[in-house]
């Protein structure tokens, strides 16, 4: 599986997760979500959300 890095702005994030702006910000205070800044602009890198989809999916079948 081959996966560029990718910074994606907060409205894109939040249709990948299928969550809202406020849920997602939520997710970045609390920690479950990394993010960086970028000059004034907070961005969300697809390893995050790929991580964070992981936990979700393997929290759920772990024994």
Do not use: F, W
């Not at 894109?12 to 000059?39: F, P, T």
């Amino acid at each position: 599986m081959s996966t560029t890095a990718q910074l994606h702005p907060i409205p894109v994030a939040c249709q990948r997760l299928g969550i809202g702006r406020s849920g997602l910000y939520d997710l970045m205070n609390s920690g479950e979500l990394h993010s960086v800044k970028i000059g004034r602009r907070r961005l969300v890198p697809e390893s995050a959300i790929a991580d964070y989809i992981a936990r979700l999916v393997g929290g759920s079948d772990a024994a």
